[in-house]
């Protein structure tokens, strides 16, 4: 017998790994969704943005699945994209994770350069709860899947998933999905929230979900979608969203927060009347939906009137760079970051860039060409420009001048 649930998921799992190791597949087999849905990944058959998808889980007799006994837990799924190109949008998403499932194909060597890649990041963001998935095993045999095995192994010795599971399965025809439940269950916590806090929502998606040729009369306003990193949301709530939006003000670019009000607040498939930190979320609003279309909020947060962190135009932030750059199958050490060279940086979920106009010893000044809302102390990932890719090279937190 199913015990029917309607709550708020608790905790957001991240699907990351390289391109093509079967992370959407994965997810579909577990959810019954397909999250690539965006038209240019229907056509390249790659994820491109973040896609998501809940589920619950529920105990039977010992065995954890989606479907029936008692209910244990709700959960959001992060699909995060596996391709070079995409990076900063994997370090988007990875913002708003508790917790990952990291794809590696038993057939391709081990491991792969976004495999590296985003294992490092788990690493550097401060992501522990860790679960390998060896995909694939339907396509290659057993001593093959074991030397893959050995592989994985050796790859993950010395990092923060040293002693993650690594479970076998085969996502495109549904096997051991079961034994993925059971170890999320098992190795992947819900996380101590804070719901006292003043509330920040982090924005990792936006749109407008009118249909074409809608009546003005039938037009409903914009939303956005993410997680509530703290504090707690209301229906009717007034908010204000920041940055926000921008405008040219006696020659110069500056962005003037937005000010709207809740109307609908959805989660874990159920409209309800208030939610606080934990899965994901979607809001409806207000806003005029030209304003959310194509994520053009995506890595602005929510929070209420006049209790928002500061907006940063200069960026001064402490770094601490690994070595080695990943990412790239050629060992190259990482130097030292350079007066006036671009960086790319991400700061909660938004994705930021700019110029460096000073260096001291334990210090660097960025001047930002899209500014962020962040509290000072909080953590961003560093990357520059390498090979005509934005390479991942540290990790900085961010300093009150």
Not at 369 to 386: D, F, N, T, W
Request: a positive charge; hydrophobic letters at 40%.
């Amino acid at each position: 017998m199913v015990e029917v649930k309607t709550k708020q998921p608790e905790v957001n799992i991240g699907l990351v790994g390289h391109v093509d190791h079967g992370k959407t597949s994965l997810l579909q087999a577990i959810s019954g969704k397909w999250a690539d849905t965006h038209s240019e990944e229907l056509k390249k058959g790659i994820t491109i943005k973040l896609g998501y998808a809940d589920v619950n889980l529920y105990e039977n007799k010992g065995k954890i699945s989606t479907s029936e006994g008692k209910y244990l837990r709700t959960i959001s799924f992060i699909d995060a994209p596996g391709h070079e190109t995409l990076m900063a949008t994997m370090l988007s998403g990875a913002a708003i994770m508790d917790g990952a499932l990291l794809m590696i194909s038993v057939n391709e060597e081990c491991p792969q350069p976004q495999t590296k890649e985003h294992l490092m990041a788990l690493d550097l963001i401060g992501i522990r709860s860790i679960i390998i998935i060896q995909n694939k095993v339907d396509l290659v045999s057993k001593e093959k899947a074991l030397e893959n095995y050995k592989k994985i192994k050796e790859f993950v010795r010395g990092t923060v998933a040293e002693n993650a599971p690594i479970i076998p399965i085969s996502a495109q025809h549904k096997v051991n999905i079961d034994l993925v439940l059971e170890a999320i269950e098992k190795n992947i916590p819900t996380p101590k929230r804070n719901e006292k806090q003043e509330l920040m929502m982090l924005i990792a998606r936006s749109f407008d979900i009118n249909k074409p040729g809608t009546k003005i009369n039938n037009l409903v306003g914009g939303v956005v979608g993410g997680t509530i990193k703290q504090g707690v949301l209301k229906l009717n709530e007034k908010v204000i969203i920041c940055p926000g939006r921008k405008i040219l003000e006696k020659n110069v670019n500056v962005w003037v927060p937005i000010e709207t009000e809740i109307v609908t607040i959805k989660t874990g498939g159920q409209i309800v009347q208030s939610v606080g930190p934990g899965g994901s979320i979607a809001v409806l609003t207000k806003l005029d939906p030209a304003i959310v279309k194509s994520d053009q909020l995506t890595g602005n947060i929510v929070c209420l009137p006049d209790k928002q962190p500061p907006i940063i135009y200069d960026l001064v932030f402490a770094s601490l760079l690994l070595k080695e750059v990943v990412g790239v199958k050629k060992n190259t050490n990482v130097e030292p970051i350079k007066l006036g060279e671009p960086l790319m940086l991400n700061v909660n979920s938004a994705t930021t860039a700019g110029i460096v106009n000073k260096v001291e010893k334990d210090k660097v000044f960025v001047k930002l060409k899209v500014p962020v809302c962040a509290e000072y102390g909080s953590k961003i990932a560093i990357s520059r420009h390498m090979g005509g890719r934005w390479r991942l090279i540290g990790t900085g937190i961010i300093l009150k001048e």
